[in-house]
Every structure is written in C-alpha cells, then in structure tokens.
C-alpha cells in the first residue's frame, strides 16, 4: 500500500497508483473558454513566436481523435516537421518567453462512491468531484490507449449497455465544462432507465 495522503479537496486515501498523464487545466477548474487556441504548445507559437499560421495548424489538432499520448506526441511533431520544411527561417522566442516543458505526477486517490447498476452510477455521478471525472473521461482515453472513458468501458463490459456505452463514447467532451459534462452524461443515462 502507498503513502496516505490528504489533499486540501477534502479527499483522503493512500496512493495506489501514480501514472503520467495530459492535462487539460482549463477543463479541471470548469472554465473553458472557446478559443480558437486550445492547447500549450499552439498558445506558445502564437504569443511567444508571433506564428499565426502553425498556431493554427497546431490548434487544429484534435487531442481527443487520438488513443494514446504517443500518437499525439507523433502528430505534434509530424505537424512541426511539415511546417518547418516549407518555412525554413524560424523565428526565436526572446529572452524570458522559451517554451518550458513540465512534467505531469498523478496521483490516484480511491473515493466512497460505487455503482451496481445505472441509478447508483447516476446519484454517484453527482457527487464526484469534477478532477474525478476528468479522470475517467479524459484521462481515460490516453491511459487505456483504447480511446475510450473509463464509463463506457464499464456500461458495455459490466452491465451490458452497449448502445448506452457507445452513446457516451461518441460524447466530445471538448464542447462542454465539466459540470456540463457531468450533466450530459446524467441525461443520456436517466433517458436510458426511463
């Protein structure tokens, strides 16, 4: 068993597991706002180098089209590579504004909510916190390397639901914050039980 650990969230538990993981920090807080930059590296290009044009190219990028961190690591760069061969004077960042690299550490905590049936994961599908659900929908998809949440994975494999299963896995989770995520999802699995 792991370390016991008790973040300021309120949540306590011993650490299980620890995994390498995307992050999505806008999405965790609830407060995306649709840009037409969506990620670190395109928001760096754009600001940091004054390159519009792959910024774009690198914003277009659709993270959730992919089934693990390697092929996304493959496409940034295939995307890069493409760009700078037929732009051969590249721009630097000034002094202060280089791209700094970090390094993500999870930490799996386990919580008091489980679910039998679809009206159980329904009542504790309200009570998760939303760094919960971001981890078994986004972060699921990359782990797994199945390009599927964690929710369908169960609807199908343990109760059976497939059509339900596969309703939530064509869900893009991109367009909603997480509240309206976890309200989406509470829709489609209440109009499946009536």
Known sequence: MGDYIKPE????GYVTELTWSNTHIAALDGSIIIVPISNDFAVWVTDAL??????ERLASIDTFSFPNL???RERIIATIEEYVTTNPTLREAMPG??????????VILPIPYAAH???EFTEALRKISLGSL???????RLRLGRGLNDFSIWFQDSLGESELAQEIARLDPYIYTLEGLRSALIQLIERRIK
Do not use: I, M, Q
Not at 50 to 55: F, R, S, Y
Not at 134 to 140: E, K, Q
């Open 117 to 119: 049936d679809l009206r």
């Open 134 to 140: 971001y981890f078994h929908v986004f972060d699921a």
């Open 70 to 72: 390697g092929a996304l």
């Open 97 to 106: 504004r280089e791209f700094h690299f970090l390094k993500l550490l999870s």
């Open 9 to 12: 969230s309120g949540e306590e």
């Open 50 to 55: 004054a390159d519009e044009v792959l910024g």
